[in-house]
């Protein structure tokens, strides 16, 4: 059994004391219990007030209206809840974004609809920049489209710790680049990229940005207008907890909308859905990113979380992030580095998203006992411990709690030292 260190456990309680955010885990299912979750950057905890959403959508709006409530109100649920995660989450005046497809979908539409828009332009640009690091689906995807359209892959190497630097993307860009593609809070090191900076370096070299928004929507703040954005998709089952498979969004600026055709024209991309004419018009505004019937029971909970933050204010959840990553840093070079774990991710918060990666080689086991001891972080390889801390329903005693188990379990399996 660890040693409780009495003045950390002090420290929490301070922390948690002075938290302007701390009665709102309670709004979380499951917060009444000692498990720890380190893993709402991966499924986020549902709220306790979406059971009773779920449930009076299948008795009342599915069950009472039936059919009608396409026309009385889920028609429109991807615009109206894609502006709410637009005003709240992302920086975005309305009619910009939808929720609709997965995320993997949305980023092949989008990325697709942008290379092709480029080169049909300029012929010359027939790159897409990605990172080695960036997240599989979006390499994989990337390396897909550019066989699929006579493209390139233009890869940037980066620190597995940290991301991509200023200087490599600037390296990378040219008149042969069709669009860049970059996670703004990176899967593994939670390296937080300065986005506007980065559209700026894209766009003097007449490239398209697209942002992978997943781990940073309800987390960080975003300011997809301000900073230029052309692009952006993101998850809603992290810090938005939309629930398992909820649909992620896309983000569209103004300005490319009439340009930009995606590829997977159905139905309900068309001007006028119920006219079923002999061929597809693509409607005007965000309708044409849409292909097929939306998912609407799996849009359901992700409006709770955004009423939430609606509520509080992003930058209060980012400067409860800040806390609670560095609370995690502390703990970790105190505690864990004697035996032999390094921080994996950058040590300046301001370079930082939600999560902290701590690295040793038995965190693969490790990870395996601390789920037995109810403590839920992930791993990702190499020697990676994912320590996501969302901030609306992670308390810092819960942080300390955690981590303090981490060294118990490391100590058992062996770990003694660097
Ligand atoms: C950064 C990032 N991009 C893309 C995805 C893929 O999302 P999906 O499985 O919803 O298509 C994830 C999933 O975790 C992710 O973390």
Redesign the pocket.
């Known amino acids: 059994m660890t040693e409780l260190d009495p003045t950390l456990e002090r420290e929490a309680a301070a922390l948690d004391a002075a938290d302007p955010l701390r009665t709102y885990r309670d709004a979380f299912v499951g917060a009444e219990t000692s498990l720890v979750y380190f893993d709402g950057n991966?499924l986020g905890r549902p709220l306790r007030v979406t059971a009773e959403r779920l449930s009076s959508f299948v008795t009342e709006e599915w069950g009472g209206r039936l059919i009608r409530g396409w026309d009385e109100a889920w028609m429109q649920l991807p615009f109206e809840i894609g502006d709410t995660i637009g005003r709240v989450a992302i920086g975005a005046q309305p009619g910009q974004t939808i929720v609709g497809d997965?995320?993997?979908v949305l980023l092949y539409k989008l990325i697709r609809a942008a290379f092709d828009a480029q080169h049909t332009a300029d012929p010359a640009r027939v790159e897409i920049v990605v990172d080695r690091d960036n997240?599989p689906?979006?390499r994989y995807l990337i390396e897909g489209i550019a066989a699929e359209r006579g493209g390139a892959v233009r890869w940037i190497d980066v620190d597995r710790a940290s991301g991509v630097t200023e200087e490599a993307l600037r390296a990378a860009v040219g008149p042969q680049t069709a669009v860049v593609v970059l996670?703004h809070v990176a899967?593994r090191s939670g390296y937080l990229a300065d986005a506007k900076t980065y559209a700026d370096i894209a766009h003097d070299a007449g490239a398209l940005i697209l942002w992978?928004l997943?781990?940073s929507a309800g987390s960080v703040p975003v300011e997809a207008d301000a900073w230029g954005f052309d692009l952006a998709v993101g998850?809603t089952y992290k810090y938005l907890n939309g629930g398992p498979g909820s649909p992620?969004f896309a983000y569209v600026a103004h300005r490319h909308q009439a340009s930009l055709a995606q590829p997977i024209q159905g139905w309900m991309g068309t001007a006028d859905v119920f006219a079923m004419g002999p061929e597809y018009v693509p409607a005007d505004g965000m309708r044409r990113f849409l292909s097929g019937t939306p998912p609407i029971t799996g849009m359901l909970a992700m409006q709770d979380t955004l009423a939430l933050i609606d509520e509080v204010g992003i930058q209060a959840v980012r400067d409860k992030s800040i806390a609670l990553t560095e609370f995690a840093v502390a703990i970790a070079d105190r505690d864990l580095a004697p035996l032999g774990v390094t921080v994996a991710s950058p040590r300046n918060p301001a370079h930082r998203g939600g999560h902290v990666t701590l690295a040793h080689p038995l965190m693969r086991e490790a990870t395996a006992v601390l789920w037995e001891r109810d403590v839920i972080p992930d791993y990702r390889d190499p020697h990676g411990l994912r320590i996501g801390l969302s901030p609306l329903s992670t308390s810092f005693a819960e942080t300390e709690a955690g981590l303090l188990k981490v060294a118990e379990v490391l100590r058992d399996l062996g770990a003694d030292g660097p």
């Open positions: 991966s997965s995320t993997t997240f689906t979006d996670s899967y992978d997943c781990h998850c992620a």
